[in-house]
């Protein structure tokens, strides 16, 4: 956990104080009937944010497009649509199966190389120290959550030990589990072919 924080350090903002980026990625959690439930939402909220802000000009939702929980990323689509988020600036990776996939698969499929990774404040480190070891000129945004306090205490125990993992990830640059071929549409959004 301690390199974890050490690889993100300076690096985890709240929404009011995010740099700006190109590209603002949004990791996946569970749907429930094809809407995103509350740890999500509170991502996709501050996904949102960020562009009408002017702070991204493209969103990389990702995750798991054929989960136990439904498609997260049609459902994540359709709620950034939902808060005023132009389709045509939204580009799906439908698997990004865990955190690491999500930053590898961003460099290697996306040619993301600048970004602002969002979700909950338990979580946004790690997902900042995987995305920089990556390659990605990462920052991370805390989201919000209106969640109980049970869900909130099971996902940082779960935190807690997935960080063995993320630096087993980090050290091994592993292939993520799904390697695809170049995808170009974040470049074109940006005006970059």
């Known amino acids: 956990m301690a390199w974890i924080m050490a690889a993100s350090a300076g690096h985890v903002h709240d929404p009011a104080d995010a740099p700006e980026a190109p590209v603002v990625i949004v990791l996946g959690a569970k ?3 094809g809407k995103p439930m509350s740890f999500l ?13 002017g702070k991204a000009r493209a969103v990389l939702v990702s995750g798991d497009a054929n989960g136990t929980s439904g498609n997260e990323i049609a459902a994540m689509t359709e709620y950034l649509v939902a808060e005023g988020i132009d389709r045509k600036l939204i580009v799906g990776d ?3 199966l865990d955190t690491y996939d999500t930053c590898a698969r961003a460099v290697s499929t996306f040619g993301v190389r600048k970004a602002l990774i969002v979700s909950q404040g338990f979580h946004v480190s790690r997902a900042v120290a995987l995305c920089r070891r990556a390659g990605i000129e990462a920052d991370g945004v805390r989201g919000d959550c209106d969640c109980r306090f049970i869900t909130v205490a099971r996902n940082t125990v779960r935190e807690w030990l997935a960080s063995p993992k993320a630096v087993v ?10 390697v695809s071929p170049p995808d170009d549409s974040i470049a074109r959004i940006l005006g970059r072919r």
């Open 94 to 96: 439908d698997f990004g």
């Open 169 to 178: 990830d980090m050290l091994s640059r592993r292939d993520p589990k799904v």
């Open 41 to 53: 939402a509170g991502r996709l909220d501050v996904a949102a944010k960020m562009v009408r802000e």
């Open 31 to 33: 749907v429930q009937d």
